[in-house]
């Protein structure tokens, strides 16, 4: 399995600061996710990091507001910018790992829980 | 896009008890359908996944079944245990984890 690490677990940010969350896998993987959790909802994904390359942003969300960097096979970070109230969640970092008789798992960090007031 | 449905949001059972959550997805190309565990505080666990080539899978107390033809995809556990209090999320996608969609959570709560 993949053990995942995420900095900082949590935070509580003015209005119209950015915060840089990071991830940290203990292996080398190839897909890394980064995903959003409102308080009390389901998990939506934000973007695929792409190593060495610029990331994917899906419908909804847009480099300038989510900058991410994946300098490496096991770093990424997601930056949240420009922050308002309504970007209050859990940002989870994830990766696809092989394992035994599987094709790919999807393994998620602790999250980072913020906070924007 | 796909859109993945899921009942119950909140489910009480007694200890010892069967827990049935049930997902629906609407596109008919997604053949990956994990199921995760999420604790308070902590990120998703996958607990068991199934792909469309499959009907059902069992791991112990927890199985999922799988109906293509009608779309949908349940969670069934057995004999619960207070430690199997958690929200639990139902997810497809078109292959492996890419571009999961996760349904819409569902508290289960297990009283000794």
């Known amino acids: 399995s993949a053990v995942i690490s995420q900095k900082p677990s949590r935070d509580i940010c003015q209005r119209g600061t950015s915060l840089t969350i990071q991830c940290q896998v203990d292996s080398q993987v190839t897909m890394m996710f980064w995903y959003r959790q409102q308080p009390g909802q389901s998990l939506t994904l934000i973007a695929t990091a792409n190593q060495g390359s610029e990331a994917t942003y899906e419908s909804g969300f847009v480099i300038d507001k989510f900058p991410i960097s994946r300098p490496n096979l096991t770093f990424s970070t997601l930056t949240v910018s420009n922050m308002s109230p309504e970007d209050s969640s859990i940002y989870l970092c994830?990766?696809?790992?092989?394992?035994?008789?599987?094709?790919?798992?999807?393994?998620f960090g602790e999250g980072s829980r913020l906070t924007v007031l | 896009g796909e859109n993945v449905e899921q009942h119950p949001s909140t489910l009480s059972v007694q200890e010892g008890d069967s827990a049935v959550i049930k997902c629906t997805y609407s596109d008919s190309a997604s053949n990956y359908f994990p199921w995760y565990k999420q604790e308070l505080g902590k990120g998703p666990q996958l607990i068991i996944d199934i792909r469309s080539n499959v009907g059902e899978k069992k791991d112990q107390r927890i199985a999922v079944t799988l109906n293509k033809t009608a779309k949908h995809f349940s969670l069934h556990i057995t004999e619960t245990q207070p430690e199997d209090s958690a929200v639990y999320f139902c997810?497809?996608?078109?292959?492996?984890?890419?571009?999961?969609?996760f349904g819409t959570g569902t508290r289960l709560q297990v009283f000794p």
């Open positions: 994830s990766v696809e790992y092989p394992t035994e008789g599987n094709t790919g798992e999807l393994f």
């Open positions: 997810a497809a996608s078109h292959f492996n984890t890419d571009k999961l969609i």
